[in-house]
């Protein structure tokens, strides 16, 4: 299961806003640029001031972020914008973003800064054996439990928790812990996916 499996209602509430952007001359590419710049804008303002209450901004930015990823795709697929160079900002955008996202986590108290550059650098894996299985022959795998949109989810949920104080300091490296466990899970069911869809190579 995944927030992914939303994303088909949530083009259907955003197709208005998206053709409006179309007839004005927005961009697939100049969205995908833009939420990734503004993902580095936040996570950079939380690394230098980490305090509780900024970190309320994160969920609402991640829900921002989600609608942005979801106008950029149907900007290119229904608006004849697909390109070479919009596939390249699409992926590396998005794990630009989570990396920037993730990172203030790690100047907060009690936090352990290698279980989260372990999310970071197995959150890149898990989206490069996405992209990798379509390469292979398959489909772009986007399966869960922790995929691109749960991982926008969880983000924006931790930020919300910080925000109100709600997360007690000895409970951040359970917490990391169980995120690159469901990163790995996630991980292994994209390969298996993608082994059951693309036939064997055979010599």
């Known amino acids: 299961m995944?927030?992914?499996?939303l994303k088909p209602a949530f083009q259907?509430?955003?197709?208005?806003?998206?053709?409006?952007?179309?007839?004005v001359g927005v961009t697939a590419n100049f969205i995908t640029i833009l939420a990734a710049l503004l993902s580095v804008l936040?996570?950079?303002?939380l690394w230098l001031k980490p305090i509780a209450p900024l970190f309320a901004l994160l969920p609402l930015w991640c829900l921002l972020r989600m609608a942005l990823n979801a106008v950029d795709g149907m900007l290119?697929?229904?608006?004849?914008?697909r390109s070479v160079l919009g596939g390249f900002l699409n992926e590396l955008g998005d794990v630009v973003s989570d990396a920037a996202l993730l990172a203030p986590f790690?100047?907060?108290?009690?936090?352990?800064?290698t279980l989260v550059w372990g999310a970071i650098c197995l959150s890149i894996i898990s989206e490069l054996v996405g992209i990798h299985a379509a390469a292979a022959g398959g489909?772009?795998?986007y399966d869960g439990p922790l995929g691109k949109s749960?991982?926008?989810?969880?983000?924006?949920?931790l930020g919300l928790l910080v925000a109100l104080g709600w997360v007690p300091t000895i409970s951040w490296i359970p917490i990391w812990a169980g995120f690159c466990l469901l990163v790995l899970l996630t991980t292994a069911r994209r390969i298996r996916a993608a082994l059951y869809e693309i036939p064997p190579i055979r010599n």
């Open 2 to 5: 995944s927030l992914y499996a």
């Open 42 to 45: 936040l996570g950079a303002t």
């Open 150 to 157: 749960d991982r926008a989810f969880v983000i924006g949920l």
């Open 139 to 141: 489909s772009r795998r």
């Open 76 to 81: 290119a697929r229904e608006f004849g914008q």
């Open 12 to 23: 259907s509430l955003l197709r208005p806003l998206v053709e409006r952007l179309f007839r």
């Open 106 to 113: 790690m100047k907060l108290a009690g936090t352990s800064a």
